[in-house]
């Protein structure tokens, strides 16, 4: 394998850079040598709502109302986890 080269990169926003400075493109590649896309960033999320059901206090037992509340708040929890590992897979932050 050829000998690798490393440079080490500032990264600056766009208003920062002035008419002296030369701009210089970044490539990422994978482990394998292949070139791999600059990741996008993904839409917002929302944030999961807030929890539906009360605490239980007094030690009774929790009724099916209460069940299903927490049931159906720990589905949403669910759904926006799923949706963030998505994006991050997406981003090539997490392996597929």
């Given amino acids: 394998m050829a000998e690798q ?3 080490q990169l500032k990264v600056v926003s766009q208003t920062a ?4 400075q030369r701009v210089e493109k970044v ?3 994978n482990d394998d040598g292949t070139p791999r896309p600059v990741p ?10 807030a929890l539906t059901q009360a605490a ?4 009774e037992s929790p ?3 209460e069940f299903n509340a927490l ?3 720990h589905a949403a929890t669910r759904t926006v986890l799923n949706s963030l590992l998505a ?3 997406t981003a090539g932050v997490i392996a597929t």
């Fill in 5 to 7: 080269r490393a440079t």
């Fill in 17 to 20: 850079i002035n008419k002296e």
């Fill in 27 to 29: 490539a990422l590649f």
């Fill in 40 to 49: 996008k960033q993904a839409a917002a999320q929302a944030d999961v709502g």
């Fill in 56 to 59: 239980i206090t007094g030690g």
């Fill in 63 to 65: 009724t099916e109302a």
């Fill in 71 to 73: 049931r159906t708040d």
């Fill in 87 to 89: 994006k991050l897979r």
